[in-house]
């Protein structure tokens, strides 16, 4: 069941219904809670709408309660490291534990477009 609000969080979360994505991903996290997916789409939805104290919160619990998910792996990869070859590193380790983390993928692109490596940038 758990999946269900899931997938209803990211589909609202798609068409920037961000407040129908949080309550979604509080029913995913309510019936899952040991899932770090929905808190970091929750956590994600919550900076979307200006929300900043309780983004902090999810991405927070992610690190704290998951620390070696992909998405705390991914969040240490964008908040917290400061070099690009680091969080590169950081970024194909997350996709190695979880290979469906569009967020990752794009950063992971992103950061290897910005040091000049396109070619790669567009295999990511």
């Given at each position: 069941m758990a999946i269900l609000f899931c997938t209803l969080g990211w589909d609202c979360q798609?068409?920037?219904q961000?407040?129908?994505a949080i309550n979604a991903y509080?029913?995913?996290i309510s019936l899952q809670p040991e899932n770090p997916w929905p808190i970091l789409r929750r956590?994600?939805?919550h900076k979307k709408v200006g929300d900043l104290a309780a983004a902090a919160i999810d991405f927070n619990t992610v690190m704290s309660d998951h620390p070696d998910s992909a998405e705390a792996i991914y969040l240490s990869a964008i908040q917290m490291t400061s070099s690009n070859e680091e969080r590169i590193n950081q970024l194909t380790e997350a996709l190695r534990r979880n290979k469906d983390f569009p967020e990752a993928w794009f950063s992971r692109a992103e950061i290897l477009y910005s040091i000049g490596n396109?070619?790669?940038a567009l295999r990511a």
């Open positions: 798609q068409f920037r961000y407040e129908l509080n029913q995913a956590g994600i939805c396109s070619e790669d």
